[in-house]
C-alpha cells in the first residue's frame, strides 16, 4: 500500500530563486511591465516547477484513464456504458476530439484501461484493470482502500514511465459513463457544497434524469457517510477508479517536477483529492478551462485556480487541457523569444 507522507515528501516546494530570475527576465523584455498577464504567470509558474530558466516541455502528453461506475444502474447517464469501451477504441484509433487537438497541439495520447466493465483489446491501450467498474455507490462503498491505492499507484507508474521517455508537460483527460455523478458527490461532500449546486447534466439528461441523479448523489452520501475531512475515505467510498487514477497522475507530475494541466469536472474533481492529499501539488496544476457542467466553478474555486479559458465546453477526455498546450508554449517562448530593452536597443521608462 502507498504511503501517502511519502508521496508528499516527494512533492518540492516551487524553485522561489528561478522564479526570481524570470520575473527579471519578464521585466527586461520590450513590453510594459506585467503586460502579458497571465502568460507571464504561466511562464513563472513553469519556472518554479522546472527549476529551469528555459525549459524544453516539447514533449507532451494528454494521459486518459478509463473506467466504469456501477452507479450507472440507477439511470444517471444519457448514455449506455458500452460506451465507454466503444469511445476507448476511438480514441487509440484516432478519431476522437481529443485525437484531433492532440495532433493539432503535437501531444501524444496515452490511453489506460483501469476499470472498465467490457474487455478491450488493442496494441496501444495500456491495460491495468482493477476491477470491472465500480461498486454501485448508491448502495454501498464504490471500491476497497486496496483498489482505490492501486489506482492511485497506476497513475503515478504512468507519469513516472512517461518522465523517463522525456515527456515533461502532462494533461489529465478521462473516460467514464456516469462519471459525473461521483465527481459531484465529491464536490459535496469535500465541500459541503448543496447537492442542488453540485450535480448538473453531464452528457445531457433531461430534467427527469436530473431529479433522479440529485437523488442519486443524495443516497450515495447518505448509505456511504464519507468523512470530508478524509479525502481518501471519499474516493474510496464515492469516487471513481480513473478519478482516483489521475489523482496519482496529478501527483506524479508534481513528484517528477513537471506541470499538469487539468481539464474539466472529473478532472477537476480528481485536482480536489490530490490538492486535500498533499496540498502542495496545487502548485503544480494549471488549470485549463471552464466546462459547462455546473459545479465546476465551485470545484476550481475550492482548489483554489483560475481556469485559462471558458469555452462552454463539458466533453472531458482532455480536450480542454490539450487546447492549452500552444497557450503554455507561447507562455514558454515569449519570454526565451522576446527581445530585451538592452538589446533591442528601446528605452526602458524607470
Avoid at 95 to 103: Q, T, Y
Avoid at 212 to 226: A, C, G, Y
Avoid at 243 to 266: K, S
Wanted: net charge neutral.
Amino acid at each position: 500500500m502507498l504511503d501517502i507522507q511519502q508521496i508528499r515528501d516527494a512533492i518540492q516546494p516551487l524553485d522561489t530563486e528561478r522564479m526570481r530570475e524570470a520575473q527579471v527576465r519578464l521585466d527586461s523584455l520590450t513590453k510594459p511591465p506585467g503586460s502579458l498577464g497571465r502568460l507571464e504567470k504561466i511562464a513563472r509558474q513553469i519556472v518554479g516547477i522546472t527549476g529551469e530558466l528555459f525549459p524544453d516541455l516539447s514533449r507532451k502528453a494528454v494521459i486518459i484513464m478509463a473506467a466504469d461506475h456501477g452507479v450507472c444502474e440507477e439511470g444517471v447517464s444519457a448514455y449506455p456504458q458500452a460506451v465507454t469501451a466503444q469511445m476507448v477504441l476511438n480514441f487509440l484509433n484516432g478519431g476522437a476530439a481529443v485525437n484531433v487537438v492532440a495532433r493539432h497541439v503535437g501531444a501524444e495520447i496515452v490511453c489506460v484501461d483501469i476499470g472498465g466493465k467490457a474487455p478491450i483489446q488493442h496494441p496501444g491501450l495500456i491495460s491495468h484493470k482493477i476491477r470491472h467498474g465500480t461498486g454501485n455507490a448508491a448502495r454501498g462503498p464504490a471500491m476497497q482502500e486496496q483498489e482505490a491505492w492501486q489506482a492511485i499507484r497506476t497513475g503515478l507508474d504512468a507519469v513516472q514511465s512517461l518522465v523517463r521517455q522525456g515527456y515533461r508537460l502532462f494533461a489529465t483527460g478521462e473516460m467514464g459513463i456516469g462519471n459525473t455523478t461521483p465527481s459531484s458527490a465529491i464536490l459535496s461532500v469535500l465541500e459541503g457544497v448543496d447537492v442542488e449546486a453540485a450535480v448538473g447534466r453531464g452528457t445531457g439528461i433531461d430534467d427527469r434524469q436530473l431529479r433522479l441523479k440529485k437523488q442519486v448523489v443524495r443516497r450515495m452520501i447518505e448509505v456511504n457517510r464519507p468523512d470530508p475531512q478524509n479525502p481518501f475515505d471519499v474516493l474510496c467510498k464515492i469516487g471513481g477508479l480513473e478519478i482516483a487514477g489521475l489523482v496519482g497522475v496529478i501527483l506524479g507530475a508534481a513528484a517528477n517536477r513537471c506541470p499538469v494541466v487539468i481539464d474539466g469536472f472529473i478532472s477537476s474533481a480528481a485536482a480536489l483529492l490530490a490538492a486535500r492529499l498533499a496540498p502542495r501539488s496545487v502548485e503544480y496544476m494549471i488549470p485549463s478551462h471552464l466546462s459547462g457542467e455546473q459545479g465546476h466553478r465551485l470545484m476550481l474555486e475550492a482548489i483554489g485556480v483560475e481556469p485559462m479559458l471558458q469555452m462552454d465546453m463539458r466533453l472531458g477526455e482532455g480536450t480542454g487541457a490539450a487546447l492549452c498546450f500552444p497557450i503554455i508554449d507561447a507562455a514558454l517562448k515569449l519570454m526565451r523569444e522576446m527581445a530585451t530593452f538592452e538589446s533591442a536597443g528601446i528605452s526602458k521608462v524607470e
